[in-house]
């Protein structure tokens, strides 16, 4: 460590500096990318909180900057103290986000806890005559709520709760291989729910489908 830092310590001094200035850096990119999340977020107390979660993480993200360039002119004793007030307030930036996710259950898979009900064999859940389409029509098999998505004689089926917010599929758009939830505009496709365009981070919910005997039929989820 010596031979590293130098026997006088000013290494450390120096490595301090470095990392300073990479983690001001790094710490903007989370605020833009923070700022992107809080346009999705409901209006409300969510946003309301969402809001205040922001502003003090922008804070101490400006601290830490300042700290960075008040350290780099020599004011190693005053950065020290610049830092621990950026940290005291970015503790408590985390604390509120804690509580977005916990209370409002912001970007939080909203499918996470209820992943659909499990048919082993293929379930009647709809007659076919009463599934138009190429429109996005609502069904359910048990307590599951399902968006149907009839082409010709293929059946698409997906978990009817957006994974990113709980928005309603059935109200969505469909556009070619995919459906758009219509509250945020993540973009699911219908053959197996991945994401093609966010918010969304998780796949939605896909169940097996198919038309026999008149009936729609559902199987799954797809694991």
Known sequence: MRVLFGADGS????ASLVVLGFGALSAWGAVVAGLTDHKDVDPGD????????GLINIVATIGYTVAFFVRLGGGVGPSRWISLIAFLLLASGAFIGGHLVYKYGVMVN??????GRRAKEFTPILPAAELPEGTPTKAAIGPTNLVLVRRGDLVYALKATCSHAGGPLAEGTLNGDTIT??????????????VRHGPSQTREIAYRARINEGQVEVQGPID
Do not use: K
């Open 11 to 14: 290494g450390f001094e120096t």
């Open 46 to 53: 969510a946003r309301n909180m969402a809001t205040l979660h």
């Open 110 to 115: 909203h499918n996470a806890f209820s992943g």
């Open 181 to 194: 939830c219509p509250w945020h505009g993540s973009v699911f496709r219908l053959s197996d729910g991945a």
